[in-house]
């Protein structure tokens, strides 16, 4: 038995494992599809909703399995993702086919060459809605608006194909090769001064890329002794040295040790400016004399001589800095740099002062209200109750996967969000329209999380939309499958609706249901009732698929036709 014939053989009791974790009646090509995205994208940090929000499988996929797009790292699955742009912003396409042939074969690649004319011209982009499949016609969508937003500020655009087998990278054919050659020649026809590559990823990456875990043990190089106190340290370090501690093997950002940051990177506004404006000008004076440094939490700290060992690292407020000093230090260099930041290392677990440490920590720059409020009491109780509930709330992004939990065990906010919206609301329009809206105001946040509901009343709305998408993941035929994802949030609606008897319910309505046992049949039969009311509304209206899961009207339709085809008939 040689090496290959034992790789494979891991690879099935790796792919079987993962197979425990998420319910549905996944076919092995559709496992393989979600496996391969997310070690590729392992970096990236994504949620198991997010990876699967990028699967574009399917019926007139054009060779495309997923598709993902970034500026700066920061995935974007909705135009109102992106926020202020910097110049020289970051935007990255993952384009990614999964086949669990043993080779790497020439069609795959074929099949996209076809496709790059379909979803990069952006001038025809609009008539391939029939030609492609709505997934990817949206996704292609999402990232003309982004290309079309970006363009004033000379993005820096890399396309990566990436061709995922359980074959050998060793012994890909010359054919193979020569077809790269084309898609990359096809794609800069659009693209001209963008950076295309394909990356192959065979049974040996796959297993490579598996086993890397992500080190949260890091090393702090300091300038000087410490300051020393009950709460942690107070410390000089040189930017170079801070360079290296925020930094992977392959110079990358450690994103995975932002995940505590209440903000993301918010590129070109005016604190942003000023910080790269003070590392390219003043060099007579030291960096940490204009700057007000970061602040680092960790569970453990030991320092040998000016090595500090921190044990859990998150960087929970300097990410606006952080991201300065990597973008700058990346584009200038090291060599003749000498000056330091400010840092601040909190050492402590308990999570009730973690959430204290980042408020206090965040409010010398305006922020989104919702984004502090993941520290808020009401969201650690409600992250308790679901825990108590066998559920994993994940206020802090990526905490549970980086833990272990069972993907099928975590939820998000943002998912959350979208559920409340659609199910005590009745607004899955609204919760499929703006989903990066939802919580960007005071009122929002408050119209979500209203702390006079009732906590099991949260836990009904997590777990009904957890058990969509595990069905949803089952073969229901063409129609259903092609339209399911779109309307996930309008599934959770009909079947409120249908079990209460009134599609214009109430909350006091909901809290009567909300401890009863999910009707699997009812749900079932809500999702193969839909679709035929989404092709009705299409074609009356002549409006995209994409526009009618949008549609205020359209669930307007909805209440009528769960009146006229479910409660009429029981009353």
């Given at each position: 038995?040689?090496?290959?014939?034992?790789?494979?053989?891991l690879?099935?009791a790796?792919?079987?494992?993962?197979?425990q974790t998420?319910?549905?009646?996944?076919k092995?090509s559709q496992m393989?599809?979600?496996?391969?995205?997310d070690?590729?994208?392992?970096e990236?940090?994504?949620?198991f909703e997010?990876?699967e929000?990028g699967i574009?499988d399917g019926?007139l996929?054009g060779?495309?399995?997923?598709?993902?797009?970034?500026?700066?790292?920061?995935?974007?699955e909705d135009?109102?993702?992106?926020?202020?742009?910097?110049r020289?912003v970051?935007?990255e396409?993952?384009?990614i086919?999964s086949?669990t042939?043993?080779?790497?074969?020439a069609?795959?690649?074929?099949k996209?060459i076809?496709?790059?004319?379909?979803i990069?011209?952006?001038?025809?982009l609009?008539?391939m809605?029939k030609?492609i499949?709505?997934?990817?016609?949206?996704k292609?969508?999402?990232?003309?608006?982004v290309y079309?937003k970006?363009a004033s500020k000379?993005?820096?655009l890399n396309?990566?194909f990436?061709?995922?087998?359980r074959?050998?990278t060793?012994?890909?054919?010359e054919n193979v090769?020569?077809?790269?050659?084309?898609?990359?020649?096809?794609?800069?026809?659009?693209f001209?001064?963008a950076?295309?590559?394909l990356?192959y990823y065979?049974?040996?990456?796959?297993?490579?890329?598996h086993?890397?875990e992500?080190?949260?043990t890091l090393t702090?190089k300091?300038?000087?002794?410490?300051?020393?106190?009950?709460e942690?340290?107070?410390?000089?370090?040189?930017?170079?040295?801070y360079?290296?501690?925020i930094v992977d093997?392959?110079?990358?950002?450690?994103?995975?040790?932002?995940?505590?940051?209440v903000?993301?990177?918010?590129g070109?506004?005016?604190v942003n400016k000023?910080?790269?404006?003070?590392l390219?000008?003043d060099?007579q004076?030291n960096?940490w004399?204009?700057?007000?440094?970061v602040?680092?939490?960790?569970?453990?700290?030991?320092a040998?001589?000016?090595?500090?060992t921190?044990?859990n690292v998150?960087i929970?407020?300097?990410l606006q800095?952080?991201t300065?000093?990597y973008n700058?230090?990346?584009?200038y260099g090291l060599e003749?740099e000498n000056?330091s930041?400010?840092?601040?290392?909190i050492?402590?677990d308990d999570?009730?002062v973690?959430?204290k440490?980042?408020?206090?920590?965040?409010f010398q720059?305006p922020?989104a209200?919702?984004?502090?409020k993941?520290t808020d009491?009401?969201?650690?109780?409600?992250?308790?109750?679901?825990?108590?509930?066998?559920?994993f709330?994940?206020?802090?992004?990526?905490?549970?996967?980086?833990?272990g939990?069972?993907?099928?065990?975590i939820?998000?906010?943002?998912?959350?969000?979208?559920s409340i919206i659609?199910?005590?609301?009745?607004?899955p329009?609204?919760a499929r329209?703006?989903?990066?809206?939802?919580?960007?105001k005071?009122?929002?946040?408050q119209?979500?999380?209203?702390?006079k509901?009732p906590?099991?009343v949260y836990?009904?709305?997590?777990?009904?939309?957890?058990?969509?998408q595990s069905?949803?993941r089952n073969d229901y035929?063409?129609k259903?499958n092609?339209?399911?994802l779109?309307?996930?949030?309008?599934?959770a609606?009909?079947?409120?609706a249908?079990?209460?008897k009134?599609?214009?319910?109430?909350?006091?309505d909901?809290?009567k249901?909300?401890?009863?046992?999910?009707?699997?049949?009812?749900?079932?039969?809500s999702i193969?009732w839909?679709?035929?009311?989404?092709?009705?509304?299409?074609e009356?209206y002549?409006i995209?698929?994409?526009?009618v899961?949008?549609s205020?009207?359209?669930?307007?339709?909805?209440?009528?036709?769960?009146?006229?085809?479910?409660?009429?008939i029981s009353?």
């Amino acid at each position: 038995m040689n090496n290959n014939s034992n790789d494979q053989i891991l690879l099935d009791a790796i792919l079987d494992d993962y197979k425990q974790t998420i319910t549905g009646d996944l076919k092995p090509s559709q496992m393989f599809e979600i496996f391969t995205a997310d070690q590729i994208l392992k970096e990236n940090n994504l949620s198991f909703e997010e990876i699967e929000e990028g699967i574009v499988d399917g019926g007139l996929d054009g060779g495309i399995d997923s598709f993902y797009l970034f500026t700066d790292g920061e995935l974007i699955e909705d135009i109102d993702d992106l926020e202020a742009i910097r110049r020289n912003v970051k935007v990255e396409i993952w384009i990614i086919q999964s086949k669990t042939t043993r080779s790497f074969e020439a069609t795959p690649i074929d099949k996209i060459i076809v496709t790059v004319d379909q979803i990069f011209n952006f001038e025809n982009l609009e008539s391939m809605e029939k030609i492609i499949n709505n997934r990817l016609f949206q996704k292609s969508l999402l990232f003309k608006e982004v290309y079309k937003k970006t363009a004033s500020k000379f993005p820096d655009l890399n396309i990566r194909f990436c061709y995922a087998s359980r074959g050998s990278t060793q012994n890909i054919h010359e054919n193979v090769q020569a077809k790269e050659a084309i898609l990359i020649q096809k794609t800069k026809q659009y693209f001209r001064n963008a950076k295309v590559d394909l990356f192959y990823y065979g049974i040996s990456e796959l297993l490579e890329l598996h086993r890397k875990e992500k080190p949260y043990t890091l090393t702090l190089k300091l300038s000087e002794n410490p300051i020393v106190a009950k709460e942690g340290y107070l410390a000089l370090v040189k930017l170079t040295d801070y360079f290296d501690f925020i930094v992977d093997e392959k110079k990358e950002l450690r994103k995975y040790i932002f995940d505590l940051n209440v903000r993301d990177y918010q590129g070109a506004v005016e604190v942003n400016k000023d910080i790269e404006k003070s590392l390219q000008n003043d060099h007579q004076i030291n960096f940490w004399a204009l700057n007000n440094g970061v602040t680092i939490l960790a569970d453990k700290g030991s320092a040998i001589a000016k090595d500090l060992t921190l044990e859990n690292v998150q960087i929970v407020n300097g990410l606006q800095s952080s991201t300065s000093i990597y973008n700058y230090l990346k584009e200038y260099g090291l060599e003749s740099e000498n000056r330091s930041i400010l840092v601040k290392i909190i050492i402590k677990d308990d999570p009730e002062v973690i959430d204290k440490v980042i408020k206090a920590s965040n409010f010398q720059t305006p922020i989104a209200i919702s984004s502090l409020k993941a520290t808020d009491i009401f969201q650690r109780e409600l992250e308790e109750y679901f825990k108590k509930n066998d559920l994993f709330y994940d206020r802090r992004k990526g905490y549970y996967k980086n833990t272990g939990k069972s993907p099928d065990k975590i939820i998000s906010i943002p998912f959350l969000a979208q559920s409340i919206i659609s199910i005590i609301h009745r607004e899955p329009d609204f919760a499929r329209a703006r989903p990066s809206s939802l919580l960007k105001k005071e009122s929002d946040y408050q119209k979500v999380f209203n702390k006079k509901t009732p906590l099991p009343v949260y836990l009904f709305c997590g777990k009904l939309m957890m058990e969509i998408q595990s069905l949803l993941r089952n073969d229901y035929g063409d129609k259903v499958n092609a339209l399911k994802l779109n309307f996930k949030f309008h599934i959770a609606f009909i079947y409120v609706a249908i079990v209460i008897k009134n599609s214009k319910y109430h909350l006091s309505d909901i809290i009567k249901i909300m401890n009863q046992p999910i009707n699997i049949e009812l749900l079932n039969k809500s999702i193969n009732w839909f679709p035929e009311k989404v092709y009705e509304f299409h074609e009356t209206y002549k409006i995209s698929i994409d526009a009618v899961a949008k549609s205020g009207q359209f669930k307007e339709f909805l209440e009528q036709s769960i009146n006229i085809d479910f409660i009429s008939i029981s009353v």
